[in-house]
């Protein structure tokens, strides 16, 4: 609805400038995606291009970069996602110590999605200590 976001800019516009004590830095939400954007120098919009483009290449802010396997290249995996890729990975592991190394390779994403999801991080540190009891159990038995 194009004729509506027009108008409502326009009576917003004209109430700055009929009050512009009063109303001088109060925006109407129509106009807030273009205010933040006008705020930005020609260079500074450059910057930022390149940057969202830098963050499109290595995975993007909303996404953890993980190895799942020494050798294997990084992934980057949707931050929704990580929890049940992880709990996927250590339900197939085959040794405590693959674990214990995928843990250690991992640490940085690991913890930036704890500080992200404290409570689905602790799921995942559950799940990564009762897998590699049951795993090291599992090479007691057998030995």
Known sequence: MPHVMISKCAEAQALRKGWPEDLSGVYVAEEMDRATVSDLTASQRAEQAEIDKRLALSGGKDN????WAPGQPLEAVPFGEFADRCIEFLHDAKSAIEIEGWRDTNRAPLQEFWARS??????????IEKRVGELSTNVLAAG
């Open 64 to 67: 953890l970069m993980c190895m």
């Open 118 to 127: 404290k409570s689905d991080a602790l799921a995942v540190k559950r799940f």
